[in-house]
């Protein structure tokens, strides 16, 4: 369930006690204030999922319930009120495509101006909703019986995750999406048990979602910063503020990049690299208490896009990722951002926003064995500020205005230097029917965290 944050906006009436204060105090076994309980309120569903309680100390990683038997798993879907019915949704249908894109246009996430708008497209449900093993009974909606609309949804998608030593057969949920109008008619529990139902089906028992609010528990709490590409059209729409006693000249010049690239051996990614791709990958997520496992199928899916995906010139991609190759030939670095635009409304200059979020990098610097060398963090950081900054530069030639990422795998290590500035969004990932000890988001006391950095490796979309 990925509750994603727009950005640096207009926040009217935003509550004085933000979640990494909350979640401080969790986890250092402070006593909240009424109030906190309070704006916590009483969580009724979450009480009967296995799930880890808010204030509860894990003291052994693993999984909260025993495996059940696939035959004792209901096979028919869980009741719902009479006025709706259940559906799944065939992808490769235009209809059922354009009734998904139009409710999560319309009910997904907005800022709290209703200002910006995700845009998503139907190459970016392919990719996201569409990996190696996917399933089509794993993309759950909820349609009025009379009107056929579709008026919920939710998705899950197969992924192999590792919580530090140990590896699971797990689903990444995500997309879920109830109707403004319905939010008080109970449909998300009743979709969370379906695709929870449909999911054990397959023998699997474990998830990892995110959300923007707080639930019980967190394993971890990343938080969002941006970095102005085109700081005049953020400026001009509403996105970015003018600093008290700075001008807007003062603001261009502090954001202007180079034209081009600088890294030597810089090149865009190709099938024949997966191989390579994968072992760099693989070292290099290895320091991270949290990842994803990936098969050579499924990197490939994730880095190159689907087949018609590949075929799109770059300023229509999805997602796009640069290889870096010695004078040996050899792989040393890539990087990776993907492209989910905002629609602007209610502008008479600009309707979208070119929008990029820093996925997938590593670099051989610092690895020793495959393994870490703590005692390299300098030199990871120089190599890690160059990749990112030629990033930079590639999204802004192809049209973006804004580059955001997560304080997730070793991204503090260069946020400050390449001018990211902070959000006032943060993300909480959480584990299904699995406790685990605290992973670092890479913030404490609301700062970055540039001693134990960040533990989650995985990135979600």
């Known amino acids: 369930m990925t509750d994603k944050h727009i950005g640096d906006l207009p926040s009217h009436g935003a509550p004085s006690k933000s979640i990494a204060d909350l979640l401080q105090k969790l986890s250092l076994g402070e006593e909240l204030t009424a109030d906190q309980k309070k704006e916590m309120k009483d969580y009724k569903f979450w009480k009967t999922q296995p799930v880890p309680k808010l204030d509860e100390s894990v003291l052994t990683e693993g999984p909260i319930e025993k495996d059940k038997k696939v035959e004792d798993i209901p096979s028919e879907p869980y009741p719902i009120l009479s006025q709706f019915e259940w559906v799944t949704l065939d992808l490769s249908d235009e209809d059922d495509m354009d009734q998904l894109y139009k409710l999560l246009y319309e009910h997904y996430v ?70 403004k109008k319905l939010r008080n008619k109970r449909l998300t529990p009743v979709l969370i048990k379906e695709i929870t139902r449909r999911v054990n089906r397959c023998g699997i028992w474990q998830a990892l979602y ?52 600088k890294t030597k051996g810089l090149r865009k990614m190709e099938e024949k690299d997966v191989e390579d791709v994968l072992s760099l990958y693989s070292k290099f997520q290895s320091r991270f208490d949290m990842s994803q496992v990936f098969s050579k199928e499924e990197l490939s899916h994730w880095l190159l896009g689907d087949a018609n995906e590949r075929s799109h010139a770059d300023d229509k991609r999805v997602v796009l990722t640069y290889v870096v190759e010695n004078d040996e030939g050899r792989i040393t670095d890539f990087v990776s951002f993907y492209v989910l635009p905002f629609t602007v409304i209610d502008n008479a200059r600009h309707d979208k926003l070119g929008v990029a979020y820093l996925y997938y990098y590593a670099t051989e610097e610092g690895l020793d064995g495959g393994r870490f060398d703590p005692a390299s963090v300098k030199v990871v950081t120089k190599r890690l500020e160059s990749l990112i900054s030629d990033a930079l530069v590639l999204a802004k030639n192809i049209g973006m205005d804004v580059f955001n990422a997560l304080t997730s795998q070793d991204n503090v290590l260069f946020l400050d230097d390449l001018k990211f500035g902070p959000g006032d969004g943060f993300l909480n990932y959480y584990l299904f029917n699995y406790k685990a000890y605290p992973i670092s988001g890479g913030v404490v006391n609301k700062e970055y965290d540039m001693d134990k950095r960040s533990g989650v490796g995985v990135v979600m979309l």
């Open 110 to 179: 907005e800022d709290h101006d209703s200002t910006f708008r995700f845009a998503y497209s139907r190459d970016f449900f392919n990719w996201a909703l569409k990996p190696p093993g996917w399933r089509e009974d794993w993309h759950v909606g909820v349609r009025v019986k009379g009107t056929k609309r579709l008026v919920a949804f939710i998705s899950g998608v197969p992924a192999t995750l590792r919580v530090r030593d140990q590896e699971m057969k797990a689903v990444e949920i995500n997309f879920l999406c109830v109707h």
């Open 210 to 261: 995110t959300s923007g609010t707080l639930l019980p528990s967190p394993v971890s709490t990343c938080r969002y910063t941006h970095r102005p590409l085109n700081w005049e059209k953020l400026y001009d729409v509403g996105f970015s503020a003018l600093p008290e006693g700075v001008t807007k000249s003062q603001m261009l010049s502090r954001y202007a990049l180079p034209s081009s690239t």
